[in-house]
């Protein structure tokens, strides 16, 4: 399935379309900052962002919150 199909299937069965990283040493400074967030909250272009880009996306009920989550404290 071509991922921008997403977009409209989301919309039909009440979701969101959310960026997922894998959060590493390795995560592009871009893909962190999109981790978490929904279609339209800073992006538009679905991954991959880049070569090597390890992010996906996914799909969360509506009734979900999905905010990009706080860098865990060193």
Do not use: F, K
């Amino acid at each position: 399935m071509d991922r921008r199909s997403l977009l409209p299937l989301a919309a039909a069965i009440g979701h969101n379309v959310v960026w997922t990283s894998v959060l590493d040493e390795s995560t592009s400074d871009y893909c962190r900052a999109m981790h978490g967030r929904a279609y339209g909250d800073g992006w538009t272009e679905p991954p991959p962002a880049h070569h090597n880009c390890r992010s996906t996306l996914a799909l969360v009920p509506d009734d979900v919150s999905v905010s990009s989550p706080q860098p865990a404290a060193a």
